[in-house]
């Protein structure tokens, strides 16, 4: 390129570096706007994050770690906590954690949706009479793997429980429901998501009463045992 055809009418590459856009030659060539632009780069903008309040800056790419969520909460019909662990320190003090738990229950509360992202986090969620379960992950958690986690949570509580998903229930069985929660994550990382495998782990719980007829029928047969070896005639 030379003459008059180069960078406009003869001006230098100095003048392009010094910050002059050349005549005839709109927008910046290294930029999103091409030649045929307004004279000034087109700028970005960064849309709504989850990481960050107001989506002011893109997130970045984070290493792959174990300790996939952050919180698992359980939540009374007017928000109160039944049930919840933190394992990391996100919410260090019992005010924080209240704060946040009011958070999360006034932004699912009415919502058609089951995931939120709230104060930077990642937050799935169900609703079952009246109860609210929630699982919470970072930013960048993928969003069906807590979701299977907390499928798993709300199955095996309701056959741990042997009733329906309710607040009475829940609060009369608390210790099986935080055996449930130990079983399916453990200080923030996913041990298992499976329901059956959740079950195995729990182990049994206490055999079945068995019915009426067969208690009767085994009572009976030992009467008669019992009645024919003390009637037998003592060996000579």
């Given amino acids: 390129m030379g003459g008059g055809e180069g960078w406009g009418n003869g001006e230098k590459w100095g003048e392009w570096v010094g910050g002059r856009v050349p005549k ?60 919840a662990k933190y394992y990391d320190g996100s919410f260090p003090t019992a005010q924080e954690q209240a ?10 509360r009415g919502a058609g949706g089951e995931i939120a992202c709230l104060e930077g986090l990642t937050v799935v969620y169900r ?51 935080f055996l449930v929660l130990d079983e399916i994550v453990d200080r923030g990382v996913i041990l298992e998501s499976d329901l059956q495998r959740v079950l195995q782990r729990l182990g049994p719980r206490g055999p079945e009463p068995a019915p009426y007829g067969f208690v009767l029928f085994d009572y009976l047969a030992g009467s008669r045992e019992q009645g024919g070896a003390g009637g037998a005639d003592p060996p000579k």
């Fill in 24 to 83: 005839n030659r709109g927008g910046d060539p290294r930029g999103t706007g091409g030649w045929g632009g307004t004279g000034a780069p087109r700028r970005r903008e960064a849309g709504p994050s989850c990481s960050r309040p107001g989506g002011a800056e893109p997130l970045r790419p984070q290493e792959p770690s174990l300790y996939t969520v952050k919180a698992l909460l359980v939540l009374d019909s007017r928000g109160q906590r039944l049930l």
């Fill in 99 to 108: 704060a946040f738990e009011s958070s999360v229950f006034s932004k699912t």
């Fill in 127 to 177: 609703s079952s009479s009246d109860l609210l379960f929630c699982v919470v992950g970072g930013p960048q958690e993928n969003e069906l793997m807590l979701s299977a986690v907390l499928g798993c949570l709300c199955d095996a509580l309701g056959l741990v429980l042997r009733k329906d998903l309710e607040k009475r229930w829940l609060l009369e069985n608390l210790d099986g429901a």
